[in-house]
C-alpha cells in the first residue's frame, strides 16, 4: 500500500535551535501534503496544506514565519519549526494525498516525529 | 463547517468482547467517511473507508456502514484482541473553501480502547 515516510522520528534540541522535519511519499507523487500537530491525548490539528510548486496554506492562528513549509517536489515536503521552544514540543505528523484519484480519497500518514525542546 | 462527534473514550474491555465506537457527523456536500487507527508512538493508518451510502467498510475484523439517513458511522468488531489496543480516529473528508477546491480531513477527538487479555 502507499507509504509515507517521515524522518526524524524523534528530535530533543535545545530552546532556539530550528529544526526540520521531512515528509515523503515513497510510491507515489503527491502534490498536496498536510502538516499536523497532535498533543497528548488529544486529536490532529491541521496546521497547514502543503501544495506542489506554490505557498503552504495555513490554518487559522498558525504562524506562517515560525513554521515554515517547503514542498519542493511532488514526493517531499518539509516543515522547519525556526528557533523553537519550549512550547513547540509536540508530535508533528504528515500526510499525503496521491496525485492520482479524486480529493475525496484516503490521506496516508507519516509515523510521525516527537520534538521535545529542552 | 463540518465535524465529527465519537464516543469518548477510554472504553476497555476483555478480549474476545464486541467492540462498538459511535461516531456521528455533520458535513456539507456529501462526504467520504474514515476511521484511522492510531498505535503508541506511531502515525495514523487507514482502517476503513466508506465514500457513499450504504457502504460498508470493513477491515481486520472491523466494520462500519455509512448510514446517510442518521449521519453516523459507527465502527464495530465482533471480537478484539489485545493487539487492537489503540487510539481510534472517525474522520471525514468533504469538499471546502471556493468551489469545492479544498478537500481537509477533519477528524474526531479519538477513542482509547484498551484490551485486556
Known amino acids: 500500500g502507499a507509504v509515507v515516510s517521515q524522518h526524524p522520528s524523534r528530535v530533543i534540541c535545545k530552546s532556539g535551535t530550528s529544526v526540520k522535519i521531512e515528509c515523503r511519499s515513497l510510491?507515489?507523487?503527491?502534490?498536496?501534503m498536510f502538516w499536523y500537530r497532535q498533543f497528548p491525548k488529544q486529536s490532529l490539528m491541521l496546521m497547514a496544506t502543503?501544495?506542489?510548486?506554490?505557498?503552504?496554506?495555513?490554518e487559522q492562528g498558525v504562524e506562517k514565519d515560525k513554521f515554515l513549509i517547503n514542498h519542493a517536489s511532488l514526493t517531499l515536503s518539509t516543515l522547519t519549526v525556526t528557533s523553537a521552544h519550549p512550547e513547540d514540543s509536540s508530535f508533528y505528523i504528515c500526510?499525503?494525498?496521491?496525485?492520482?484519484?479524486?480529493?475525496?480519497?484516503?490521506?496516508?500518514f507519516g509515523d510521525g516525529t516527537r520534538l521535545s525542546i529542552l | 463547517g463540518n465535524s465529527v462527534t465519537q464516543m469518548e473514550g477510554p472504553v476497555t474491555l476483555s478480549e474476545e468482547a464486541f467492540l462498538t465506537i459511535n461516531c456521528t457527523y455533520t458535513?456539507?456536500?456529501?462526504?467520504?467517511l474514515f476511521w484511522y487507527v492510531q498505535y503508541p508512538g506511531e502515525g495514523l493508518q487507514l482502517l476503513l473507508k466508506?465514500?457513499?451510502?450504504?457502504d460498508k467498510g470493513s477491515n481486520k475484523g472491523f466494520e462500519a456502514t455509512y448510514r446517510k439517513e442518521t449521519t453516523s458511522f459507527h465502527l464495530e468488531k465482533g471480537s478484539v484482541q489485545v493487539s487492537d489496543s489503540a487510539v481510534y480516529f472517525c474522520?471525514?473528508?468533504?469538499?471546502?473553501?471556493?468551489?469545492?477546491?479544498?478537500?481537509?480531513?477533519?477528524f474526531g477527538k479519538g477513542t482509547l480502547l484498551t484490551v485486556n487479555p
Open positions: 474522520a471525514l473528508i468533504a469538499p471546502t473553501g471556493s468551489g469545492g477546491s479544498n478537500y481537509k480531513l477533519t
Open positions: 458535513a456539507t456536500g456529501y462526504p467520504s
Open positions: 466508506a465514500t457513499k451510502a450504504d
Open positions: 502543503s501544495n506542489e510548486g506554490s505557498k503552504a496554506t495555513y
Open positions: 500526510s499525503a494525498r496521491d496525485r492520482k484519484g479524486q480529493g475525496n480519497q484516503p490521506q496516508h
Open positions: 510510491d507515489f507523487q503527491a502534490t498536496t
